[in-house]
């Protein structure tokens, strides 16, 4: 009987005495490991939705850009060539068009502090067309001639930064003027 006493008394007093070093750590390792990988899916993740904001920025502005500027290239009566800059960085396209009354008007495009600015001059106010997170470091139109009429081709770059990530797009586009297809 004594010694089964014996070994409850010494199981008590192991209970009673705690935590021993190595067991501790042993936890502390494996709570620094799970920080740690917590700590990088974090980082990872932030990582991922920067860049997702970014590409959102240059996505957005590029679809606004170019659709306006096709869109009014394709209703233009003519390109006014004396203030147009082609072929150079930044390019400067001037239309001349109708407005929905009929009226003659123009319309500009042009890049004023690394954004990409319509002004028509039916109210004279410049539109930016590029988002505020994204500038524009390149816009390059061209005038093509054919025996049927008249063409823009449109080379633009768009930049994005955000928490120290950057991200650079080029976009190429060719749009005809009316009647000139």
Do not use: C, W
Request: proline share 1%.
């Amino acid at each position: 009987m004594r010694t089964t006493k014996d070994n409850t008394l010494r199981s008590q007093r192991t209970l009673q005495s705690g935590v021993g070093l190595i067991e501790t750590i042993i936890y502390l390792a494996l709570f620094i490991t799970i920080s740690v990988v917590l700590i990088g899916s974090l980082f990872g993740m932030m990582r991922s939705y920067t860049q997702t904001r970014i590409d959102n920025d240059l996505t957005d502005s590029a679809h606004v850009a170019v659709e306006r500027m096709t869109r009014e290239i394709r209703g233009a009566l003519s390109i006014d060539t004396t203030t147009s800059d082609f072929d150079s960085n930044p390019g400067v396209l001037k239309l001349n068009a109708l407005d929905s009354g009929g009226s003659a008007k123009t319309v500009q495009f042009s890049v004023a502090s690394s954004v990409l600015q319509m002004t028509d001059s039916t109210d004279g106010t410049a539109r930016d067309l590029t988002g505020s997170k994204v500038t524009v470091t390149s816009l390059i139109f061209r005038k093509i001639v054919t025996a049927k009429g008249s063409a823009v081709r449109v080379e633009m770059t768009l930049q994005s930064t955000r928490a120290g990530s950057s991200k650079t797009i080029n976009l190429y586009d060719t749009a005809a003027l009316r009647g000139s297809y």
